[in-house]
């Protein structure tokens, strides 16, 4: 038996939203193709090498990034970058699964109303908490990359 890496949902939401890029990519427009959408910049690791986390970034001098984003400012950004093309979407951070809750949510929103391809980059000590992986896989995340190196 084959062993498939995408599921049929997944390979037929990358198959359409590819289909969708070729005419405006012919007739020159531009538009972003994939977007990372920052759900926090709290991490509960210190990785040395990192310097997207909260701590990191107000070193550097960065305003505003203790600030979070609602559940609903999360879903008016997919809708925003949605209505601007974009059709791939990574939920980032930080550690984006520190914020359980809204994190599912804007999973859900991006992948089921807007059929928005979502991946999920994490150092992964999170997402073995009871139910999350299922509550992932419900709100129709398409991939999920754990850091080893965390």
Not at 11 to 31: A, E, H, S
Not at 55 to 73: F, H, I, L, Y
Not at 120 to 145: F, K, S
């Amino acid at each position: 038996m084959k062993q498939e890496i995408f599921s049929r949902r997944t390979r037929d939401k990358i198959r359409g939203n590819l289909v969708q890029y070729v005419k405006p990519l012919i007739m020159g427009k531009k538009f972003p193709v994939w977007a990372y959408l920052f759900v926090t910049r709290n991490c509960n690791l210190a990785c040395t090498y990192c310097h997207v986390n909260r701590k990191a970034c107000e070193k550097m001098g960065m305003q505003g990034a203790s600030v979070e984003m609602s559940s609903d400012e999360l879903k008016e950004a997919i809708d925003k970058l949605y209505s601007l093309g974009t059709r791939y979407i990574s939920f980032f951070g930080g550690e984006p699964t520190l914020r359980r809750k809204e994190l599912v949510e804007a999973i859900k929103h991006a992948s089921k109303k807007r059929n928005i391809f979502t991946q999920l980059p994490t150092n992964g000590t999170t997402i073995l908490q009871p139910r999350y992986i299922e509550q992932l896989g419900e709100a129709q995340l398409d991939m999920v990359d754990i850091s080893l190196d965390s």
